[in-house]
């Protein structure tokens, strides 16, 4: 045993050691321990237990490494200026890589550099989106864009690590840091806008918000204390307070304005993040883009495209004459929508003979997103896209901003409120394929949802892990068998339309409880349909 005598030896021995091994060495000895870190090991020896207890811990010089750091690059361009830079997918690599940064370029100016991994499109954390939605998000973005990136060197190595790069971007950004709000107010005949705005002192073209008790404002999702950021397209961060009464008195019955909490406000100066109507939660908007899933009947959707120009001299592409009891008409479309993209393909470039030819090659489905022309008009004045608040996409934000709530926990209140009644799901085959897989009980007709891709375009229609299948592609497959119904799936191509309710309900439907299809209880055979 060593005592305290021998530790001058000890250390020596220990040193000479740890130098022949070609070791990194650090002694610490300030509570009489002495440790010996090396490139995969480190020795702690306690004097006072002696050599016969000592303690070999090994570890790893990640551990020591820093931790990555995340970059905001904000980039502003003018019209029919680009951004200057490409996104791309890699196979076998991971993340969205950011390529082909010009030099001198908005991107390249903004310290946007080749090799970059996009974590956040103006504050949404894109890193496990599918790349063509993340493309889409740039393009809606305008004229302004704020990008979270991380060192692509950096990102390989967290991602190798197992590292929470969703963490990593959130803890960029304090917990407090709210989203804005977009809010649309309409006058009440008695109490007017309900709304009026105070400078804030000592902060030039910063106002804050007090409401009338009960008025529209409030009503509209604005809270007291918010800061104005934005009203009618316009910032207000140049604006004296007389200027701001004037546009104000110019504004008629409705005014939509871009408000965000104090707290919030301080955090996004803090990182420099400009706040833009790209990142808000939307609230009472008048108007919103739909999505239309159509499948395919006999005599082909029942409706008719035009190309028309509006008396603002605006062409537009119109539907017109849906066919009593057609796929138009049963997807509700309606007469004198305008049509703003194909599978979600943008047609503000496209032809009228190109915008045919696209339904054409569809096969039996398509999806469409219209907008009304007042709708058109309402987003124009407003210098932002209408494709930025489709229904779906909007009620989702509204639903997370004033109940903010685990996925699990939505899962299962879906499943608990579900009400006897089947759901559709529309799908369109994605980088996931539809993110979804099928399960059964071995020689039993019938289906189920036994698996659901996060992020995965089943996840985004709605599907639940044991929803039942009633019906693909507008086809009743109760009795049907696993190996027929995938046929069904592959005949849709692009596209799939499910009818499907949860179990509970769906036992209850048919009035008994139907111990073949209880998952938990019964072998299961799973097939993917994620890479069809």
């Known amino acids: 045993m060593f005592g305290y005598t021998d530790l001058p030896l000890l250390r020596l021995s220990v040193w000479m050691?740890?130098?022949?091994?070609?070791?990194?060495?650090?002694?610490?000895?300030?509570?009489?321990?002495?440790?010996?870190?090396?490139?995969?090991?480190?020795?702690?020896?306690?004097?006072?237990?002696?050599?016969?207890?000592?303690?070999?811990?090994?570890?790893?010089?990640?551990?020591?490494?820093?931790?990555?750091?995340?970059?905001?690059?904000?980039?502003?361009?003018?019209?029919?200026?680009?951004?200057?830079?490409?996104?791309?997918?890699?196979?076998?690599?991971?993340?969205?890589?950011?390529?082909?940064?010009?030099?001198?370029?908005?991107?390249?100016?903004?310290?946007?550099?080749?090799?970059?991994?996009?974590?956040?499109?103006?504050?949404?954390?894109?890193?496990?989106?599918p790349h063509p939605e993340v493309s889409r998000k740039i393009k809606l973005s305008g004229?302004?864009?704020?990008?979270?990136?991380?060192?692509?060197?950096?990102?390989?190595?967290?991602?190798?690590?197992?590292?929470?790069?969703?963490?990593?971007?959130?803890?960029?950004?304090?917990?407090?840091?709210?989203?804005?709000?977009?809010?649309?107010?309409?006058?009440?005949?008695?109490?007017?806008?309900?709304?009026?705005?105070?400078?804030?002192?000592?902060?030039?073209g910063r106002f804050s918000v007090s409401l009338l008790t009960g008025g529209a404002a409030e009503k509209a999702a604005v809270c007291n204390g918010d800061r104005l950021v934005w009203m009618n397209g316009a910032t207000v961060?140049?604006?004296?307070?007389?200027?701001?009464?004037?546009?104000?008195?110019?504004?008629?019955?409705?005014?939509?304005?871009?408000?965000?909490?104090?707290?919030?406000?301080?955090?996004?100066?803090?990182?420099?993040?400009?706040?833009?109507?790209?990142?808000?939660?939307?609230?009472?908007?008048?108007?919103?883009?739909?999505?239309?899933?159509?499948?395919?009947?006999?005599?082909?959707?029942?409706?008719?495209?035009?190309?028309?120009?509006?008396?603002?001299?605006?062409?537009?592409?119109?539907?017109?004459?849906?066919?009593?009891?057609?796929?138009a008409e049963r997807a509700g479309m309606q007469d004198g929508e305008l049509l703003l993209e194909i599978n979600g393909e943008s047609v503000e470039t496209l032809t009228h003979e190109e915008i045919v030819d696209r339904v054409r090659q569809s096969g039996q489905q398509v999806s469409l997103t219209t907008i009304t022309s007042q709708g058109l008009d309402f987003y124009t004045q407003l210098g932002l896209s209408p494709l930025l608040f489709c229904d779906d996409d909007a009620a989702e934000k509204e639903e997370e901003?004033?109940?903010?709530?685990?996925?699990?926990?939505?899962?299962?209140?879906?499943?608990?409120?579900?009400?006897?009644?089947?759901?559709?799901c529309s799908l369109r085959k994605g980088p996931l394929g539809f993110g979804f897989n099928l399960g059964c009980v071995p020689r039993t007709p019938g289906t189920f949802i036994s698996q659901v891709a996060f992020g995965g375009s089943g996840q985004s229609a709605g599907l639940l892990v044991g929803d039942v299948v009633i019906e693909v592609n507008g086809q009743n497959v109760e009795e049907k068998y696993l190996e027929d119904i995938i046929l069904f799936v592959k005949e849709g191509g692009h596209f799939l339309s499910l009818s499907v309710m949860d179990k509970a309900s769906y036992n209850k439907m048919k009035h008994t409880d139907t111990p073949a299809r209880d998952v938990t209880e019964q072998e299961e055979e799973h097939f993917d349909i994620s890479s069809l």
């Open 17 to 129: 050691t740890a130098v022949l091994m070609g070791k990194r060495h650090n002694m610490r000895s300030s509570t009489g321990l002495v440790e010996i870190i090396g490139l995969t090991e480190k020795f702690t020896f306690n004097p006072k237990e002696g050599i016969d207890n000592p303690v070999m811990v090994i570890t790893d010089d990640a551990d020591s490494a820093p931790t990555p750091s995340p970059r905001l690059c904000v980039l502003k361009r003018v019209k029919g200026e680009s951004y200057g830079f490409h996104l791309r997918v890699e196979r076998k690599r991971q993340g969205h890589i950011i390529s082909n940064v010009v030099v001198g370029g908005v991107a390249g100016c903004r310290g946007l550099q080749d090799g970059d991994r996009l974590l956040e499109v103006n504050n949404c954390y894109v890193d496990d989106v």
């Open 401 to 424: 901003s004033s109940a903010p709530a685990c996925e699990a926990q939505t899962s299962s209140q879906k499943e608990m409120d579900g009400s006897s009644k089947p759901r559709l």
């Open 237 to 327: 961060s140049d604006l004296t307070h007389s200027a701001l009464n004037r546009m104000m008195k110019k504004c008629g019955n409705h005014i939509t304005i871009l408000v965000i909490d104090s707290e919030s406000e301080k955090n996004f100066m803090r990182l420099r993040m400009p706040i833009l109507p790209t990142m808000a939660v939307p609230h009472n908007l008048p108007y919103r883009a739909r999505n239309l899933h159509l499948l395919c009947g006999p005599e082909g959707y029942g409706f008719l495209l035009r190309l028309e120009r509006a008396a603002s001299g605006r062409t537009s592409h119109v539907l017109r004459e849906m066919d009593r009891g057609s796929p």
């Open 143 to 204: 004229h302004q864009l704020c990008l979270l990136v991380l060192d692509g060197d950096e990102y390989e190595q967290a991602v190798s690590r197992g590292q929470d790069l969703r963490g990593m971007a959130r803890a960029h950004k304090d917990k407090g840091c709210k989203p804005p709000r977009l809010c649309h107010i309409t006058r009440d005949p008695a109490s007017g806008l309900g709304i009026n705005f105070t400078p804030v002192e000592g902060a030039k």
